[in-house]
């Protein structure tokens, strides 16, 4: 059971989150809404390859933080394209997954954890980021597209 809700989270994420980003179109990727945050699109790609680390680091045992920089990816379009790359990358990785593997403990960098709750902590760091996504469009005169919650 909670293999399948994690896979659905992770799915439902995804088709809350594509839209969010497909809105970098509208927004220059380097404006930085807050002076000492990080440029809009530096935090996208933060939210991106985090996604890919933990679910790389679960499948394979492989925790090397993965690259990213604005100076890749240059472009809100190159951004998108690579949204779209990870969530595929993301749902194989998750595929290769079982609801055995829930329980099965990791030791990493920082404290031992199952599988189940490394892919929450996934999770809760991307909605973090998603939220602060929202926020930047916000003060950036951007309305961010409306998410359809449950309740």
Do not use: C
Request: hydrophobic content about 40%; cysteine-free.
């Amino acid at each position: 059971m909670l293999y399948q809700l994690l896979k659905n989270s992770i799915e439902r994420h995804f088709e809350e989150t594509l839209p969010l980003i497909e809105q970098l179109s509208d927004v220059d990727i380097m404006s930085r809404p807050v002076a000492e945050g990080r440029e809009v699109g530096e935090v996208v790609l933060h939210l991106l390859r985090s996604l890919e680390f933990y679910t790389k680091g679960v499948v394979t045992g492989d925790w090397k933080p993965l690259p990213y920089n604005l100076e890749t990816y240059t472009t809100s379009e190159a951004i998108i394209q690579l949204t779209r790359d990870v969530f595929d990358s993301v749902r194989v990785y998750t595929s290769r997954l079982s609801s055995f593997d829930m329980k099965r403990v990791i030791k990493t960098s920082g404290r031992p954890a199952a599988v189940g709750e490394i892919i929450l902590e996934m999770l809760e760091h991307s909605i973090h980021h998603r939220g602060q996504i929202t926020v930047y469009y916000r003060l950036l005169g951007i309305t961010p597209v409306p998410i359809s919650y449950i309740v």
